[in-house]
């Protein structure tokens, strides 16, 4: 496999392999010469005139879980992202699972275990930024099973929210799809808004 070296970084590409197609689109991107040689990637200047600068920043919480570009099989997704712009802070807290700080999942088999640390870890995510779940505005929950699965996931998140004590609690949407991880149950991602802090 050639895998080409980009900007000092292994790109994961293996480009003796590629289909007439990935060919076309990757020449479309430049990341390729119409001759099919690699390029590397010139960052374009933007006009920062245009338009308000918008500060975004990655979001870790290392102590309960790591990050996805970690583990043993790389995910390329930060963990969530702050973006600050006038005098509001989001955070836009991707997918996250019962996983633990060396990338692990725990907790399999164990729905409702898994449920807890889901919730455990998002809620270290948004503390490390300054947030917490009374500024959460959505959250969307992927169930693997949600006929099996949806009645005790309504009951956990009930309760955590009843001690907590939201009101009004964030919108929200259940969906039933195949997760990233055959071990994996559930997953929740969330996006919270308040003033900056």
């Known amino acids: 496999m050639t895998e080409w070296i980009g900007a000092g970084v292994d790109l994961l590409i293996d480009f003796d392999r590629l289909t007439e197609g990935e060919r076309e689109e990757l020449t479309q991107l430049g990341m390729l010469t119409p001759s099919g040689e690699f390029k590397e990637y010139v960052q374009i200047a933007v ?3 245009r338009a308000p600068v918008i500060s975004r920043r990655a979001i870790t919480a290392p102590e309960v879980l790591n990050e996805a570009y970690h583990y043993d099989k790389p995910s390329s997704f930060s963990r969530g992202l702050r973006i600050d712009v006038g005098g509001y802070t989001a955070l836009f807290i991707s997918g996250t699972a019962s996983v633990d700080e060396n990338g ?3 907790h399999v088999g164990d729905f ?6 889901t919730y455990r870890n998002i809620t270290a995510l948004l503390k490390s930024e300054g947030g917490c779940w009374h500024d959460v505005v959505k959250a969307t929950c992927y169930l693997r099973d949600i006929e099996r699965d949806y009645e005790q996931f309504n009951r956990i998140r009930t309760s955590f929210f009843k001690w ?4 009004p609690l964030p919108a929200s949407v259940g969906v039933q799809t195949r997760l990233c991880r055959e071990d994996l149950l559930v997953e929740i991602e969330a996006i919270a808004l308040f003033p900056k802090r």
Do not use: F
């Not at 409702?112 to 640390?117: E, K, L, M, P, V």
């Not at 907590?164 to 009101?167: K, Q, T």
């Open 112 to 117: 409702g275990a898994q449920c807890w640390r």
């Open 47 to 49: 006009d920062r005139n």
């Open 104 to 106: 692990k999942t725990v």
């Open 164 to 167: 907590l004590g939201l009101d």
